[in-house]
Each structure stands twice: as structure tokens, then as C-alpha cells.
């Protein structure tokens, strides 16, 4: 069973920084793509951020050069560390994973909702301007 855990969310100004954490079991973290989704009040989950096994990543280009993805071995955590924040970046915030059966789409990693199966149970960011 994937078994998620997202934390690291928090209140902070516009142009603050935030570091989210996910941990997983070993066979999630090694054997899985893992991704960050977000969602803010009346509006579609969308993708933000996702990294596969080998370390390649795939950002959503309003948050390229401003987030960055990684995961950390020793601890079996997936990071997304998010500077330069702005209000349009309040929403909750979601850990995801799936096998590269479903996950990798085209020969890249996806931030389509539909291709994770797997989620956490989200972390609230907001950021006041």
C-alpha cells in the first residue's frame, strides 16, 4: 500500500520561501515517479512539480526558476522548495507518486492528475501580498 505523507506548508509574504516535505516507504521513493500538485479554491488540481526515479524532473512553467524538486535518499523525503513566493501560489499542496507505467507519458514525466493514483493529504500554503 502507497502510504504518503506531506508536511511543510505555512502563512508567508509574497516573495518569502517555503520548503514542503513528503515522506514515503523505500518501494514508493525508489520504485516510483513522485510529483507535487496544487489547488486552490475553485480551481482544477494542477500540476506543479515531478521528478522520476533517475532524477530527470518536469516543472509547470509558472513556477520554472522559482521551484525546484528533489528528493533526499538518506530519508526517503521528496522536497519542493518554493522561493520567491507569490499570492498566486496560495493553495493546497499535494504529494503524489505512481508507477512510470502511468506516470511518465510520451517519454516525460507528467503533471496531469490523472496519472497519479497516489496521493498525500495535502499541505496549505498561503501568501499574503
Known amino acids: 500500500q502507497v502510504h504518503l505523507v506531506d508536511s511543510g506548508g505555512g502563512s508567508v509574504q509574497a516573495g518569502g520561501s517555503l520548503r514542503l516535505s513528503c515522506t514515503a516507504s523505500y518501494y514508493t521513493y525508489s520504485s516510483y515517479s513522485m510529483a507535487w500538485f496544487r489547488q486552490a479554491p475553485g480551481k482544477e488540481r494542477e500540476g506543479v512539480a515531478a521528478?522520476?526515479?533517475?532524477?530527470?524532473?518536469n516543472y509547470a512553467d509558472s513556477v520554472k526558476g522559482r521551484f525546484t524538486i528533489s528528493k533526499d535518499n538518506a530519508t526517503l523525503t521528496l522536497y519542493l522548495q518554493m522561493n520567491s513566493l507569490e499570492f498566486e501560489d496560495t493553495a493546497m499542496y499535494y504529494c503524489?507518486?505512481?508507477?512510470?507505467?502511468?506516470?511518465?507519458?510520451?517519454?516525460?514525466?507528467?503533471?496531469?492528475?490523472?496519472?497519479?493514483?497516489?496521493w498525500g493529504q495535502g499541505t496549505q500554503v498561503t501568501v499574503s501580498s
Open positions: 503524489a507518486a505512481d508507477t512510470e507505467g502511468f506516470s511518465v507519458v510520451a517519454g516525460r514525466i507528467s503533471l496531469g492528475r490523472k496519472d497519479y493514483r497516489y
Open positions: 521528478i522520476n526515479r533517475a532524477g530527470s524532473t
